[in-house]
């Protein structure tokens, strides 16, 4: 039964979903209707407000775009490092039915989200590509959407692991000045507060295990309803990097030889001692915590970029890789000013303060987180990024936390949940997963509306009992 479900509500998506930069100018065009229906900002001032340098061409938000960029380039060179491309074969090689195909997927997917969001969206794209295809080989009719689903997934928790934004930027007073001004109305919030807290142990936890089950259990039976992978990507065998056998000395020994990763990573390494495993404090005799408890966008790739030159060996496989992963990067480069715009109009006309404020206005201490996730779930269909979301509703959410009483670290994972909650049904982030696999949005968007339904049930229950 929950397996036919599953396929009604993706035909009705198949039919009306459109493509995620269409989506984008709809959403724009939606958000300027709003703001001319619910505030007193007229045409004019709102397409200025869109256009200007704290709209589409905002600094801080075209710097947060590279961060962003970056985060997916190093997790994908990451993800298709000659060890991590075996694990994936080795991987691919286990499941045996259709449902454990889904499943296994959508668990490496989900977990290695949890580490870092763009080595679980290209891991998992990668492993849902490779299962679809070794499956077919081995003549076990596998969904292949589904499988393209299942490897989604980590956007689904990576807000509640080590790459998620709202976390990570309450860590260091200069990012929470940064957020909130020099007067905030909170402290430093460290990781044992937020990501490594009671509640978002039992939430993200217990997410890892429910997607892939129910992702599983909405696997076709009727083989009429199966598309296999052959029918979006063909069966190739990847190429071996072309050698250069012209290629003067010094350049050869400079690019194709471990010299100078060695020498960049050794620097790297030296900063990844200090910050990881920080030095006693020689007066106080105490040793600073860890630098994994405080986490930033800018810490974890500087840490992406060490581990992927130690497993590519030598710049010109690293450089190589990086290449190949930045045609990833298109929709984030063509999308997100559109979405800085939404943003920015949304904030300076005021209409954010009137979605996000509303919500404190009718609730109690009780009912605000939840209330919280969902006015972040509907933001981040106009803003699909963590950060910059927690940009325009962070200060909003931190106030009314402060004036009922609600913890704000609980707060900031309230913000963190809703966010990555309508990741299941804003397609922004799932294009670079489509490019690899070779589905359209519109294929994979109704099984991830259903995980969703599921897990925004999970996430109150887990804002309802801690």
Known sequence: MISTLGIQISAVFRKCAPDP??????????????????????????????AG????????????????????VTGHALASSPPVSKMLDALAACPSRPWQAVGLVAFVAAMLGTLNWGLGLIAG??????????????????????????GYVGLLVWHGGFSGSAPLKVTQASEIRDIFGNTPPIGELVLTETILSP??????????????????????????????????????????????????LVPRVLEDSPLVTVLLVGLIGWWAWGFYVPSVDPETGVRSASGITHLTPD???????????????????????????????????????????????????????????????????TTLPILTLLSAGAVNLFVPSGGGQWAVQG?????????????PAKMVMAVAYGD???????????????????????DIVGYTAIVMVVAG??????LLVF
Not at 457 to 462: E, L, S, T
């Open 199 to 248: 509640m978002n142990l039992f939430v993200t936890g217990g997410l890892l295990l429910i997607a892939p089950c129910l992702l599983a259990l909405l696997s076709p039976r009727d083989t009429r309803h199966i598309e296999q992978a052959s029918e979006f990507v063909s069966v190739e065998e990847l190429e071996k990097p072309k050698t250069d056998r012209n290629k003067p």
């Open 53 to 72: 340098s704290e709209g589409v061409w905002s600094a801080g938000l075209l710097k947060f775009a590279m961060q962003m960029s970056l985060i997916l």
């Open 125 to 150: 794209a990668l492993l849902a590509r490779r299962v679809g295809l070794a499956m077919e080989k081995r003549g076990v009719a596998v969904h292949y959407p589904l499988l393209a689903t299942a």
């Open 299 to 365: 810490t974890v790739n500087m840490t992406m970029l060490m581990l992927g030159l130690i497993l590519h060996g030598t710049p010109g496989r690293y450089v190589r890789a990086i290449e190949e992963a930045a045609s990833g990067c298109a929709g984030i480069i063509l999308q997100f000013p559109l979405y800085a715009g939404i943003m920015g109009l949304m904030h300076q006309s005021g209409l954010t303060e009137q979605l996000t404020g509303g919500v404190a206005a009718y609730s109690n201490e």
């Open 395 to 407: 200060p909003i959410a931190m106030q009314a936390a402060v004036d009922a009483g609600v913890s």
């Open 457 to 462: 049930v999970w996430m109150a229950v887990g």
């Open 21 to 50: 930069f269409v989506l984008a100018v709809l959403l724009t065009l939606l958000t300027i209707a709003l703001v001319l229906i619910r505030t007193e900002t007229g045409f004019t001032e709102a397409v200025n407000m869109w």
């Open 420 to 442: 990555e909650l309508t990741n299941m049904l804003q397609p922004f982030w799932a294009m670079p997963l489509l490019a690899i696999t070779g589905v359209k949005a519109r």
